[in-house]
């Protein structure tokens, strides 16, 4: 029996925008990031396929991030739900990782203003994967603060369309 083929295809939005949650102001940008690289998707996955990823993220805010803390990767759109993609070396089915270490000073315990973090998880393609509509996926940076959290920089989306063809835009 041949299993369908999913196509599978990156495009990480290469800047990224500040979304200020109520009980933090706009006025001071302590939190906002750009992706300066990532992990290429492969150009065909089968279902039951595990994509290693790696993301970078140069810090362009005023706040340091710890590494292995509070800045991670959720999934959005909507925020915090469970993703279809979600692996056993997921936190959660909403937070695929967190700061893993400082690209920039690989020993150092933060990220500061203008250093790199980088993020690695794992997108897993479900084994039972079958065209039932398009299923949207979307990861944005949130800093999971003591007021709330607050989500900034958009990482990456993916849909897969009816008929099997799953692409990551």
């Known amino acids: 029996m041949r299993l369908p083929i999913l196509r599978v295809s990156a495009l990480l939005i290469a800047v990224c925008s500040l979304v200020v949650a109520p009980s933090i102001s706009s006025a001071s940008p302590e939190y906002a990031g750009v992706v300066t690289y990532h992990s290429p998707f492969p150009p065909a996955a089968v279902p039951g396929l595990s994509v290693p990823i790696h993301v970078e993220v140069r810090n362009t805010g005023t706040a340091s991030w710890p590494i292995d803390g509070f800045i991670k990767i959720g999934t959005a759109s909507p925020r915090n739900h469970n993703s279809v993609f979600c692996d056993p070396d997921w936190e959660s089915c909403s937070r695929p990782s967190r700061i893993r ?8 315990t933060h990220v500061g203003p203008g250093e790199v973090a980088v993020f ?16 949207v996926e ?5 800093a999971e603060l003591p007021t709330g959290e607050l989500w900034f920089c958009c ?3 993916s849909s897969r369309k009816p008929g099997g063809s799953a692409v990551v835009s």
């Open 155 to 157: 990482i990456f989306g």
């Open 120 to 135: 690695r998880f794992t997108f897993s393609i479900p084994s039972d994967m079958k065209p039932l509509g398009p299923v």
């Open 138 to 142: 979307r990861f944005e940076l949130v």
């Open 101 to 108: 270490l400082n690209k920039d000073g690989p020993l150092a």
